[in-house]
């Protein structure tokens, strides 16, 4: 099973909303990441888990609270969130020490009204 | 870096012809360099990597190659495809292990 999952495909959430974001992974990998990605744009690195210990935080607003509650499964959670960050948000998962091999799921997209 | 523009680059391709997708990177202490493939509606799709103590790496249909001199990186698609339409990704592996940088991609378009 090569595969990276996220739930939902689609969220939309009001400012004042809690939400999550769900990211599972079964290939043994021992690193994940989230990365945000808007329209017409490369992704950028939020967050780098490692053995489900927060290894690197790209200076991410506190809103975006990252959580890794075993070696298969990534949440991000979503509070008080901004219209701007309506964006795609990409979890991955790669050996570790192979930082280039990423497998990417594919994405949910958020809506921030 | 930021990208710039809302458009992205477009490569428009006849098919059965080769594609060179280029890109130029930042960081000459970069030792790690990925492409990487987006399909519409997916994640982006690993292509191949290149350390920086080669110049030259071949895959399946693909050859990447690396000019640390002036910092350029290049994808070579050949006999390109419809279903290679995509945008593609360079990507540079900065010191801290895990942390990838993106370039601002570029569209590829194969007409028929």
């Known amino acids: 099973d090569t595969e990276v999952t996220q739930t939902p495909k689609h969220l939309v959430m009001g400012m004042t909303n809690k939400k999550s974001l769900k990211c599972e992974q079964h290939?043994?990998?021992?690193?994940m990441y989230w990365y945000k990605q808007k329209a017409k744009k490369p992704p950028e690195l939020m967050f780098v888990?490692?053995?489900?210990?927060?290894?690197i935080n790209e200076s991410v607003p506190s809103r975006f609270s990252p959580e890794c509650p075993n070696s298969s499964l990534l949440n991000l959670h979503l509070h008080a969130l901004q219209p701007e960050d309506s964006a795609l948000y990409l979890c991955?998962?790669?050996?570790?020490?192979?930082?280039?091999?990423?497998?990417f799921g594919p994405g949910t997209r958020l809506t921030v009204t | 870096g930021e990208s710039v523009g809302l458009h992205l680059p477009t490569l428009s391709v006849q098919e059965g012809d080769n594609s060179i997708i280029n890109c130029a990177y930042s960081?000459?202490?970069?030792?790690?360099f990925i492409w990487y493939k987006q399909e519409s509606g997916k994640g982006p799709q690993f292509i191949i990597d290149?350390?920086?103590?080669?110049d030259k790496r071949q895959g399946q249909r693909v050859t990447v190659l690396l000019n640390k001199t002036v910092k350029h990186l290049s994808l070579q698609i050949a006999a390109t495809q419809p279903g290679d339409s995509a945008v593609y990704f360079c990507a540079e592996g900065l010191g801290s292990w895990g942390k990838l940088q993106f370039g601002a991609g570029t569209q590829v378009v194969v007409t028929p």
């Open positions: 991955a998962s790669s050996q570790l020490g192979d930082r280039g091999e990423q497998y």
């Open positions: 290939m043994g990998h021992r690193a």
């Open positions: 960081n000459s202490a970069s030792d790690y």
């Open positions: 888990y490692s053995y489900e210990k927060l290894s």
């Open positions: 290149i350390r920086s103590n080669m």
